[in-house]
């Protein structure tokens, strides 16, 4: 999450949609003043701040004083099936799921962990119902960009920001460095699994399989 009071903005940190490249190339136009977390951890002065790294808007103005009509607000969605097996191999990366990523264990998680709720790292956490969009489903965003246009939708971000046009995104915190398609991996169940609980996403933003 970044609140920016230098330049204006809050950019709302959604897990598995490319928020850290995002975060990463936004934080060099943030001065001392500003948030830009990791965790509890302000990054642009290394102290601990009350805005965890995926904050609400109402978490932030449960400890902020700002309008926030004065702020441009923005944040990042994905495609589910996509953040299915990036969560998954993340998992891996970070050493929490020992296995090595294969189908039958891709599925087998899917089924058995990521969408059960009384799971650690479950799906809950993930896509963008809860964090850019209010209890009716009505955006509470200015801009919603997706990964899948990230180059284009960036574009806009800079014009709303005021930021040159030679500032380039680089691809930090990827999962899936050996460019596996889900396609290829999910079996049908898993495919139902995700549409069921990712139906808000995809019917707003009509995403396919």
Same mark, same amino acid.
């Given at each position: 999450?970044? #609140?920016?009071?230098?330049?204006?903005? =809050?950019? +709302?940190?959604?897990?598995?949609?490319? /928020?850290?490249? +995002?975060? *990463?190339? #936004?934080? !060099?136009?943030?001065? !001392?003043?500003?948030?830009?977390t990791k965790g509890f951890r302000n990054l642009m002065n290394k102290g601990r701040n009350p805005f965890e790294e995926f904050s609400s808007l109402d978490e932030i103005k449960k400890y902020s004083t700002i309008d926030l009509n004065d702020y441009f607000k923005f944040g990042l969605a994905r495609n589910p099936f996509s953040i299915?097996?990036?969560?998954?191999?993340? &998992? +891996?990366?970070? /050493? %929490?799921? %020992?296995?090595?990523?294969?189908?039958?264990?891709?599925?087998?998680?899917?089924?058995? =962990?990521?969408? *059960?709720?009384?799971?650690?790292? $479950?799906? &809950?956490?993930?896509?963008?119902?809860?964090?850019?969009?209010?209890?009716? /489903?009505?955006? @509470?965003?200015?801009?919603?960009?997706?990964?899948?246009? =990230?180059?284009?939708?960036? !574009?806009? +971000?800079?014009?709303?920001?005021? #930021?040159?046009?030679?500032?380039?995104?680089?691809?930090? *915190?990827?999962?899936? =460095?050996?460019? @596996? *398609?889900?396609?290829?991996?999910?079996?049908?169940?898993?495919?139902?699994?995700?549409? $069921?609980?990712?139906?808000?996403?995809?019917?707003?933003?009509?995403?396919?399989?």
């Amino acid at each position: 999450m970044i #609140l920016s009071h230098s330049k204006k903005f =809050i950019f +709302i940190k959604t897990r598995k949609c490319g /928020g850290t490249s +995002i975060q *990463n190339v #936004l934080m !060099e136009f943030c001065n !001392e003043d500003d948030f830009v977390t990791k965790g509890f951890r302000n990054l642009m002065n290394k102290g601990r701040n009350p805005f965890e790294e995926f904050s609400s808007l109402d978490e932030i103005k449960k400890y902020s004083t700002i309008d926030l009509n004065d702020y441009f607000k923005f944040g990042l969605a994905r495609n589910p099936f996509s953040i299915t097996l990036s969560r998954y191999l993340y &998992q +891996i990366r970070m /050493g %929490r799921l %020992r296995e090595t990523p294969t189908k039958d264990n891709f599925n087998s998680w899917i089924k058995n =962990i990521y969408f *059960n709720p009384g799971k650690q790292f $479950n799906h &809950q956490g993930d896509g963008t119902r809860n964090l850019l969009f209010d209890s009716k /489903g009505n955006k @509470i965003v200015e801009f919603i960009a997706r990964l899948e246009n =990230i180059e284009s939708d960036f !574009e806009h +971000i800079k014009e709303k920001l005021n #930021l040159d046009k030679n500032v380039k995104l680089k691809k930090d *915190n990827v999962s899936n =460095i050996l460019n @596996i *398609n889900y396609r290829d991996w999910m079996d049908d169940e898993s495919k139902d699994l995700v549409i $069921n609980n990712f139906k808000f996403e995809i019917d707003y933003f009509n995403y396919k399989f």
